[in-house]
């Protein structure tokens, strides 16, 4: 496919919509302590409003009830699983969202002087799942830009499903949106003899045919390296670490839709001396 031809004097830049990684999403890949606030991440039904959680519902490990009969016992051994419910704040919206995952004590980092040796410790909460899953990106809002993206979305719906419960899965949906991407710009996934074509000779190959992809396809071969690390048995791979590529992503497909509409509608209005309708 050619590449998208972006014409502010007959599109408007209001269809391209500004791709930014929600900064909610790396709150909720960390753990939040008890009294800290909740993120606000946008909803993933409509992108628009943001969902606003109340407070983590606790539960305790089976075996807990007998752990504080232990004369060892201590207040960071306890430990269990958590459910918070989430609404989208946006009137026409009101999208419910559910969020599960772990929690467990440990001393607390607010600092100040604790009453008692129990008033040291803080509860720790582990987002493991966020049911609709959050959106890892914002696409722009335009069909023809997402026609040239060539099922993009499905790649980063899968991946923010699987984000907090499994990373390296998560990566790797990431490198499958560029080999999707590329395969709908015309770069062939397979040789003549029908085996499949390694990733990085397929962004040689699109980065060689304008010298204005260099940058954007490296962008690329550093998601391409998180995927490959996300597919080992023995990854490591952390949410933080998706999010970094997602961040990644979203730069390359910015430089490749929206910067250049942001360049040619100033363009427009140079050459105009003046105001352009768009």
Known sequence: MS??????????????????????????ASEIEDGAALPSPRCPDCGVGTVSFAAPTKFETAGMREARKHDAYDPDWEKGTFVMQGVCGAHTCQQVVVATGTWRVDYGTTGGYPESYADQFAVFYRVRQVHPPLRLMELPDD???????GGIAEGL???GAVLFTAPGLAATSLRGCIERFLSNAGISRKTAKDRFRPLDRRLVEWREKDADRDGIADLMLAVKWLGNTG????????????????????????????????????AAINAAEGPVTF
């Open 157 to 159: 719906l899968t991946a």
């Open 231 to 266: 597919t080992h048995e023995d990854s490591v791979l952390t949410a933080a670490d998706v999010l970094e590529g997602a961040r990644l992503l979203d730069e390359a497909f910015h430089r490749l839709y929206v910067s250049p509409a942001i360049t040619a509608a100033a």
């Open 143 to 149: 069909a023809a830009v997402n026609e040239a993206l």
């Open 3 to 28: 590449e998208l031809n972006i014409q502010p004097a007959v599109r408007p830049l209001d269809n391209l919509r500004l791709m930014t990684i929600d900064p909610a999403l790396r709150q909720l």
